[in-house]
């Protein structure tokens, strides 16, 4: 991974993390109280529900577990391509990004289509749409390495156990970011399901849409295009 640009990587998996932060707090307060990405918070929440005989939350957090490895199932083999012409990541890992795209404005349409307040039927599809958008995310990044934009309690760990051991860790401030971004992601989220639904898809598109162009920038052939020609 040397030959890529680090602070340009580390830079966009931070922003997509804000996706990641609107995600789940979409999904937790307008989608029947589960995660897009958490899935242990999910997999707790479906052992509640088995106990305390809530088949709501039981089908919530189902279709979020099943949606979650439907977007992993379909992501990782697209991700882990091995074609390297890029100066952020691999095309690949873009490309994998650019379905989740397309997963996250197919939400956007039904979220808005439901009046920014889904029940039901609808409500249940939207949870499995955005915890497959997230698994395409979570398998996108899993291909740069040790790292994550989705699952950030080992992010949380290894960043706490190298401050009090003395010892830096790999990525420190990338690490501090991506918590950052989903606590701000969650922050934002909440402030526009509460007050304004209605623009919750330019929370949830925008970052993964900048993140995009942004890789797709670094690619060698749009260098090739888009780099003047000197003539020898």
Avoid: C
Wanted: hydrophobic share 55%; glycine share 10%.
């Amino acid at each position: 991974m040397s030959r890529f640009h680090v602070p340009m990587r580390d830079s966009l998996v931070v922003l997509l993390t804000v996706t990641t932060g609107a995600v789940d707090a979409a999904s937790f307060l307008a989608l029947g109280h589960v995660f897009g990405s958490v899935i242990t918070g999910n997999l707790v929440l479906l052992g509640v529900a088995a106990n305390a005989s809530q088949p709501a939350l039981a089908a919530h957090s189902g279709v979020a577990l099943a949606g979650y490895m439907a977007g992993v199932a379909i992501g990782a083999p697209i991700a882990v391509h091995t074609d390297n012409h890029g100066r952020t990541w691999p095309p690949s890992v873009t490309v994998t990004l650019v379905v989740e795209l397309g997963v996250l404005a197919a939400f956007s349409i039904a979220w808005e289509l439901a009046g920014a307040a889904p029940h039901g039927a609808v409500e249940l599809a939207l949870v499995a749409v955005l915890a497959a958008a997230m698994g395409l995310q979570a398998a996108a990044v899993r291909r740069l390495g040790q790292m994550s934009s989705t699952y950030l309690t080992s992010t949380l760990t290894g960043l706490v156990a190298g401050l009090v051991t003395g010892s830096k860790p790999d990525g420190m401030q990338r690490s501090l970011g991506v918590l950052a971004a989903i606590v701000a992601g969650a922050a934002l989220a909440s402030i526009i399901v509460k007050t304004v639904p209605g623009l919750l898809p330019v929370l949830v598109l925008l970052p993964l849409a900048v993140v995009i162009v942004s890789s797709v920038a670094g690619f060698e052939w749009v260098r090739d295009h888009l780099t003047p020609r000197r003539d020898r």
